[in-house]
């Protein structure tokens, strides 16, 4: 057999025996293992592009959730503020109500006070008078004998009534 | 342990040198080198070995086919002698010989055809049933497990097929690959398995036979042009662009660029391969003509390092078969947007 002649028998075998085994492996290899090596590669795009939305998704949620974290914030700021605000008010009131309510109090304890200091004062005059009357009784009962002694007496009564 | 290696491989090798002696030293010069010949050729039989007088042979059918008395069938051990084991015109058996060169021949000198299984048709067997097996059950993987990630023998041939269809057949041939990948992948294991287990010792040089390569070639001149589009064909034989007097010399030059594509791959595989045995068979002949321990060793480290060598041409031109395959279909079926580019 010769180097660069084909030989008829081998040329025979390798052309029925190369397709045999194409007509094979194409039916029963090649095209399932394609088949499935697509199918693997479009499941494992499919799923990349899954994890991506996902990760968008995810993303949009953190925003969202951020936004409506600052809105409760803000919100709680201004709740407080309000409270704090009516807290002051609420004191500012009490103390000008407490205020007004003592100078009241005095105002009425200052009234009483006078109209006690006018009775005492009436009284006063009253037992003046009395003691006046009883006085003068006393002068009239002693015949009015000397009139230095007189004079006297009424001196001593008057200081008596300044005293009081 | 490397030093055990080395004087393992030494002690081996001057056994075999005195072994080679006894059996090479006695014949003359030719023979001490006909035996790359008689490696790189196909044969009848397959010879593994020579021990003294003992030949260690595996007989192989001869199927022969003629108008006259039909097929026949014959063992090879039938047509030589049985101590020498060689074939000659003495030993003709029911009117068929095998000469001295391994050529079929017919005493009466009518025509027939050869049909044996030789030992590159054997071989070619077991690179089928290898790759078959190996093919078969990867895809039976993919059945049982569904779109998964591989494992075994599929984890081995994914690879290689996911290769062939993204760097050669995708990249090559354009938006219409999809029909020629599994032609491609069975190519390209086809060729390069071949190429693997011709490096074996006792194996044959499959893929280094003209006949296998021509037929690959063929196969892909076959459907390079029954896959030519209108462009592809524009192109061969109203070349556009071209005045209608250049013509006359272009069309005939693009006819026999038809053929000297497949002729192109056919030589590149056979001479790549065949140079190859023939540069390790050379080294390893050395050792018998010079019967000398240093070249001995000597030309088996070049044995050695030019062995890796071929690992790495085994899988180079498996490659550049199928890429030249993949870019001659290409080229067929690509479509054309610009007439004048080429």
Same mark, same amino acid.
């Given at each position: 057999?010769?180097?660069?002649?084909? !030989?008829? !028998?081998?040329?025979?075998?390798?052309?029925? !025996?190369?397709?045999?085994?194409?007509?094979? *492996?194409?039916?029963?290899?090649?095209?399932?293992? +394609?088949?499935? *090596?697509?199918?693997?590669?479009?499941?494992?795009?499919?799923?990349?592009?899954?994890?991506?939305?996902?990760?968008?998704?995810?993303?949009?949620?953190?925003?969202?959730?951020?936004? +409506? *974290?600052?809105?409760?914030?803000?919100?709680?700021?201004?709740?407080?503020?309000?409270?704090?605000?009516?807290?002051?008010?609420?004191?500012?009131?009490?103390?000008?109500?407490?205020?007004?309510?003592?100078?009241?109090?005095?105002?009425?304890?200052?009234?009483?006070?006078?109209?006690?200091?006018?009775?005492?004062?009436?009284?006063?005059?009253?037992?003046?008078?009395?003691?006046? *009357?009883?006085?003068?009784?006393?002068?009239?009962?002693?015949?009015?004998?000397?009139?230095?002694?007189?004079?006297?007496?009424?001196?001593?009564?008057?200081?008596?009534?300044?005293?009081? | 342990?490397?030093?055990?290696?080395?004087?393992?491989?030494?002690?081996?090798?001057? #056994?075999?040198?005195?072994?080679?002696?006894?059996?090479?030293?006695?014949?003359?010069?030719?023979?001490?080198?006909?035996?790359?010949?008689?490696?790189?050729?196909?044969?009848?039989? @397959? &010879?593994?070995?020579?021990?003294? =007088?003992? =030949?260690?042979?595996?007989?192989? %059918?001869?199927?022969? $086919?003629?108008?006259?008395?039909?097929?026949?069938?014959?063992?090879?051990?039938?047509?030589?002698? &049985?101590?020498?084991?060689?074939?000659?015109?003495?030993?003709?058996?029911?009117?068929? $010989?095998?000469?001295? =060169?391994?050529?079929?021949?017919?005493?009466?000198?009518?025509?027939?055809?050869?049909?044996?299984?030789?030992?590159?048709?054997?071989?070619?067997?077991?690179?089928?049933?290898?790759?078959?097996?190996?093919?078969?059950?990867?895809?039976?993987?993919?059945?049982?497990?569904?779109?998964?990630?591989?494992?075994?023998?599929?984890?081995?041939?994914?690879?290689?097929?996911? #290769?062939?269809?993204?760097?050669?057949?995708?990249?090559?041939?354009?938006?219409?690959?999809? /029909?020629?990948? %599994?032609?491609?992948?069975?190519?390209?294991? #086809?060729?390069?398995?071949?190429?693997?287990?011709?490096?074996?010792?006792?194996?044959?040089?499959?893929?280094?036979?003209?006949?296998?390569?021509?037929?690959?070639?063929?196969?892909?001149?076959?459907?390079?042009?029954?896959?030519?589009? /209108?462009?592809? @064909?524009?192109?061969?034989?109203?070349?556009?662009?071209? %005045?209608? %007097?250049?013509?006359?010399?272009?069309?005939?030059?693009?006819?026999?660029?038809?053929?000297? /594509?497949?002729?192109?791959?056919?030589?590149?595989?056979?001479?790549?391969?065949?140079?190859?045995?023939?540069?390790?068979?050379?080294?390893?002949?050395?050792?018998?003509?010079?019967?000398?321990?240093?070249?001995?060793?000597?030309?088996?480290?070049?044995?050695?390092?030019?062995?890796?060598?071929?690992?790495?041409?085994?899988?180079?031109?498996?490659?550049?078969?199928?890429?030249?395959?993949?870019?001659?279909?290409?080229?067929?079926?690509?479509? &054309?947007?610009?007439?004048?580019?080429?």
């Amino acid at each position: 057999m010769d180097l660069i002649t084909p !030989g008829s !028998g081998l040329i025979f075998w390798q052309l029925f !025996g190369f397709l045999g085994l194409l007509f094979i *492996l194409i039916k029963f290899a090649w095209k399932p293992m +394609l088949a499935a *090596l697509d199918e693997r590669e479009s499941s494992i795009e499919n799923a990349l592009k899954a994890a991506e939305t996902a990760r968008n998704e995810m993303a949009n949620l953190k925003a969202e959730n951020e936004k +409506l *974290l600052a809105e409760a914030r803000l919100e709680r700021d201004t709740i407080l503020k309000k409270a704090h605000d009516a807290s002051a008010k609420m004191i500012e009131e009490a103390k000008a109500e407490a205020v007004k309510t003592g100078a009241q109090m005095i105002e009425n304890a200052k009234a009483v006070i006078e109209t006690e200091k006018k009775a005492a004062l009436a009284d006063v005059k009253t037992q003046v008078a009395t003691l006046t *009357l009883e006085v003068t009784e006393k002068l009239l009962r002693k015949n009015l004998s000397e009139d230095k002694a007189q004079k006297e007496l009424v001196d001593e009564f008057i200081k008596d009534l300044k005293l009081n | 342990m490397t030093r055990k290696l080395l004087v393992l491989s030494l002690l081996l090798l001057a #056994f075999m040198s005195t072994f080679s002696t006894a059996t090479f030293a006695a014949g003359s010069e030719e023979d001490k080198t006909s035996f790359i010949m008689h490696h790189v050729k196909d044969s009848h039989e @397959w &010879h593994f070995a020579t021990f003294g =007088h003992t =030949h260690v042979t595996l007989p192989l %059918p001869v199927i022969i $086919y003629s108008g006259d008395r039909g097929l026949e069938f014959f063992s090879s051990s039938d047509f030589q002698n &049985h101590e020498t084991h060689a074939f000659g015109e003495e030993f003709a058996h029911e009117g068929y $010989y095998i000469d001295e =060169h391994d050529h079929l021949g017919r005493v009466d000198g009518a025509s027939f055809i050869d049909l044996s299984i030789t030992k590159n048709v054997v071989m070619m067997f077991l690179v089928m049933i290898l790759l078959a097996s190996l093919a078969l059950s990867a895809a039976n993987h993919y059945k049982k497990n569904g779109a998964v990630a591989p494992k075994g023998a599929a984890a081995l041939i994914e690879p290689i097929v996911i #290769f062939v269809r993204d760097e050669i057949a995708k990249n090559s041939i354009g938006p219409k690959y999809k /029909k020629f990948v %599994p032609y491609l992948i069975t190519l390209f294991l #086809f060729i390069w398995f071949g190429n693997l287990l011709g490096l074996l010792p006792g194996a044959a040089n499959m893929t280094g036979n003209i006949a296998v390569t021509m037929v690959l070639a063929v196969l892909t001149f076959i459907i390079t042009n029954v896959n030519g589009n /209108k462009d592809y @064909w524009k192109h061969v034989f109203a070349t556009p662009g071209v %005045p209608i %007097p250049m013509l006359l010399i272009i069309v005939p030059v693009e006819i026999i660029g038809l053929f000297t /594509k497949p002729f192109a791959l056919m030589v590149r595989l056979f001479v790549a391969i065949t140079a190859g045995h023939i540069v390790i068979l050379g080294f390893i002949a050395l050792a018998f003509i010079f019967e000398s321990y240093s070249i001995g060793i000597a030309s088996t480290l070049m044995v050695t390092f030019i062995n890796i060598i071929e690992l790495l041409v085994a899988t180079i031109q498996a490659y550049v078969f199928t890429l030249f395959s993949a870019m001659y279909i290409g080229g067929a079926v690509a479509e &054309h947007a610009h007439d004048d580019h080429h």
